[in-house]
């Protein structure tokens, strides 16, 4: 073997089928993207189109404004938590760490509903102070305000998690070293956690940007109306509201360049995993004055992200959800948003296996990129957008939206969950070509059993978490059915967005609690259908 050729070439043996079902994968998603941006490029070009009056300028200086003020009140909530959390031991310790951790799949729609019922004029805390103070509270949920405060509680507590992970990692030598040396709380954190914590502060950035940048449910939600509009929700309304083809698609296009520049920019930094493993609590403890800090931080963060959940479940299960479990149209948008949850996280395991063992059968680096870098196209080309192309292709070819709905929603869903799962299952696949390949070669294993053998046992518990992460991810995606979706084709998040704009509030609250529940059992339960019984381990 030429010693020229990387290393994971040299004791891997080749696997023609595995690249072959990687490239075709890989160029099969490359190619409807491409379909889509042709369509809304075709679209974009049509001189016979009526020229649009919208704000394309005011669009972007708004959603740029939220994203970037979402961006860093997050980052810093994230650190404030992942500090607080590394320092204090308490009982329910780990609840509250998986709690931080769930954050990632909890809808934005729930979370703004649930801000609602907090803060709202009907809210805990206004009817509170009507009672003591014969006076209302207003608080300023519709608009920028709510907004920034939506994204802060899931886009903080997500960050929390990952950079309570890195706090967590910090070498035990260099902690004891800290420790002997007397260090206070604000030396420890300058001199051990802040170098363990920046390495993740870009890309973790520029995630939670692209988050907010491309938010729907939270801005259609609390936006408050159009001056507080964003891209995504502009697109919507173009589309839905105005038919407005030609002023939608020049929305996408500009999403569309600023996500590109975002993730090309971002493409520097340290990768960050969404998943992270058992937390534990760091020996050396602050005192004093730090330590009343951390239990402050930790509380607000606690109340600022667990209330407005249990607000959803205390106001949703009640005497109102009798009515609601009485109509024929709730259990048909049950049924299909399982559906689809189900079909979703199937398939993009899938396509993710697919997809990682081809990148590890890769000779070349040049090769892994090109298998891999398809899976990460949703990042450039957010749901809203790629169902105004699919709406689009769909539009042009004739087909009926009742028959194509399905399908393109399943797609985008699974397009959508796909950059999680490929850095989910990545690592442990890519581990496998780097170390397991004389193992391999040795016992002379064909690529089935290659599998079955050396490559599933060790990503058998990645594959439940991206299960769960695309079942969760599905559920409650608003953003390619509010497009898509008919009366005979809703699932619950629309069904619930449905309920809300005919003034149903009862309904929509037991829709929200609904949903809450089942992505807590989802995000709980599924991953542990594929972990290795004790007695087998």
Known sequence: MPRWLPFSSR???????????????????AGLVATVLAAIIAAAGDGAAAPSRIDVMHLLAMTATQAALSTVLSLAAGIGLAWSLNRLRFVGRRLVVGLFASAIVTPGLIVAFGLLSVWGRAGWVNQAALALTGQPLEVPLFGLAGIVAAHVILDGAFAARILLARLEATP?????????????ALQRFAIIDWPMLRGAIPGLGAIIFLLAFTSFPIVLLLGGGPANQTLEVAIYSAVRLDFDLH???????????????????ASAAAPVS??????????????????????????????????????VLLDGIGPGMAALLLRPGFWQALGTSLALGSASAILTLLLALVIGTARGAAGTSVLRHVIGAPAFAYLAVPAV??????????????VPN???????????????????????????????????GKLIRSLDLDGWRQFRDIEWPLVRHEAGIVLALAFCFSLGDLGVIALLGTQDFTTLP??????????????????????????????VAIPRLLEVPDADR
């Not at 079902?21 to 099969?28: E, N």
């Not at 002023?247 to 360049?257: D, E, K, M, P, R």
């Not at 790629?386 to 042009?396: D, K, N, Q, W």
């Open 11 to 29: 004791v891997l043996p080749v696997r023609p089928l595995r690249l072959l079902a990687g490239t075709a994968m890989a160029s099969a998603i």
């Open 172 to 184: 035990e030598l260099r902690l004891k070293t800290g420790q002997s040396l007397g260090l206070s």
């Open 247 to 265: 002023g939608a698609v020049q929305l996408a296009l500009v999403q569309i360049g600023v996500c590109t520049a975002v993730i090309l920019l």
């Open 274 to 311: 969404a998943v992270t493993g058992r937390s534990r609590v760091s020996a050396w403890r602050d005192r004093g004055p730090a330590r009343a800090l951390q239990w402050l931080v930790l509380g607000l963060g606690m109340a600022g992200f667990g209330l407005p959940l249990l607000a």
């Open 385 to 398: 957008v790629l169902s105004l192309g699919a709406f689009l292709v769909v539009r042009l070819t004739g």
């Open 402 to 436: 009742e028959a194509a709905a399905p399908t393109i929603v399943l797609l985008a869903n699974a397009l959508l969950s796909l950059p999680f799962a490929i850095a989910t299952l990545g690592p442990p696949l890519d581990a496998v070509a780097l170390g397991r």
């Open 494 to 523: 629309l069904f619930m967005y449905r309920a809300l704009g005919a003034y149903r509030t009862n309904d929509a609250g037991t829709v929200a609690a609904v949903m809450l529940l089942i992505t807590i059992i989802a995000f």
